[in-house]
């Protein structure tokens, strides 16, 4: 059973950064590739970045939020991050970790979530 656990998420004002974290155990964290979503109020769960398998070579993302948010992943501690600058009130959701997609960019195809983290950005 693979278990994931956000933290990093709080308040912080527009244009400020935040640092997320999700700490996965259960399996070999260095095969699977991660990725982060988000859901707002009145939304549907969206995608934000992925990150590809064995060190991260490759990464994706969101088009709200290139060149603003960093993903990353340290294999040695099972770990996978989001790092966010420039913050818009628009970026205010519950983040999400999740592993094991078939499709990147669709929420419906991953089989591990983690419980999700609070991001509020204020203007």
């Known amino acids: 059973q693979v278990h994931l656990v956000e933290s990093g998420g709080g308040l912080v004002q527009a244009g400020g950064s935040l640092r997320l974290s999700c700490a996965a155990s259960g399996r070999t964290f260095?095969?699977?590739?991660?990725?982060?979503?988000?859901?707002?109020?009145?939304?549907?769960?969206?995608?934000?970045?992925?990150?590809?398998?064995?060190?991260?070579?490759?990464?994706?993302?969101?088009?709200?939020?290139?060149?603003?948010?960093?993903?990353?992943?340290d294999d040695a501690k099972n770990t996978v991050y989001l790092q966010m600058s420039s913050l818009k009130p628009e970026d205010t959701a519950v983040y999400y970790c999740a592993t094991s997609g078939s499709d990147t960019y669709r929420p419906s195809t991953y089989d591990y979530w983690g419980q999700g983290t609070q991001v509020t950005v204020s203007s």
Do not use: C, H, L, Q
């Open 30 to 73: 260095s095969r699977y590739g991660m990725a982060w979503f988000r859901k707002a109020p009145g939304k549907e769960r969206e995608f934000v970045a992925g990150i590809s398998n064995w060190s991260g070579v490759v990464t994706y993302y969101a088009d709200s939020v290139k060149g603003r948010f960093t993903i990353s992943r």
